[in-house]
């Protein structure tokens, strides 16, 4: 079971990879955001099952690597879920919160309808999934009220903008779940 984790969990982290390539943004916009949040949910819950089956515990080897690809996947596949869950939001009624500011590809120009709302959120969102799942894999819950309230802090400021409030409580919401579920997994796995 545990090598079926490792596999799957391997297989993740390439696809969150690939999905930060630049040319494929669109592409992945394109498809359904409901597809995009629960296909990676998916597999991730599939992992955790084998993990969770699993009665082999792990060396300190495989719980570094382990640790390191669910860091990865917090890190890479938040991202795009995080901006399907938005674009879903959006559709379902809560306007001006789908579109992040800014893009992976510095020579492709924002399009001209796009708010600057929350700018940096795609980085921002990067570090504060890794600082979530490295607090819950070294046993220290109380480092994410910290992330979170920097970033509530940081962003204070902004929140007063149309759509800002909306987009920072959903985006945080659902990058702190797919953090917390990565780091699960790799928990699972000691």
Known sequence: ????????????????????????????????????????????????????????PLNSVGVGASSALAIAIAVLGGGPVTTAVLRGAEQSGVSGVSRPTETLDPAEPS?????????????????????????????????IALVLGLKGVGRYNELRAPGAAERFIIGTFTSVLWAASCAGVAILLR
């Open 1 to 56: 079971m545990i090598a079926l984790t490792v596999i799957l969990l391997t297989l993740l982290t390439a696809a969150c990879v690939v999905s930060w390539l630049p040319h494929l943004g669109a592409r992945i916009d394109a498809l359904p955001w409901w597809l995009v949040a629960i296909v990676p949910a998916v597999v991730l819950a599939v992992a955790a099952i084998f993990a969770g089956a699993s009665d082999e």
């Open 111 to 143: 399009p001209p309808t796009q708010r600057e709302i929350l700018a940096g959120g795609l980085w921002i969102g990067a570090l504060e999934r890794a600082a979530i799942a490295a607090c819950i894999l070294v046993g220290m819950p109380e480092g």
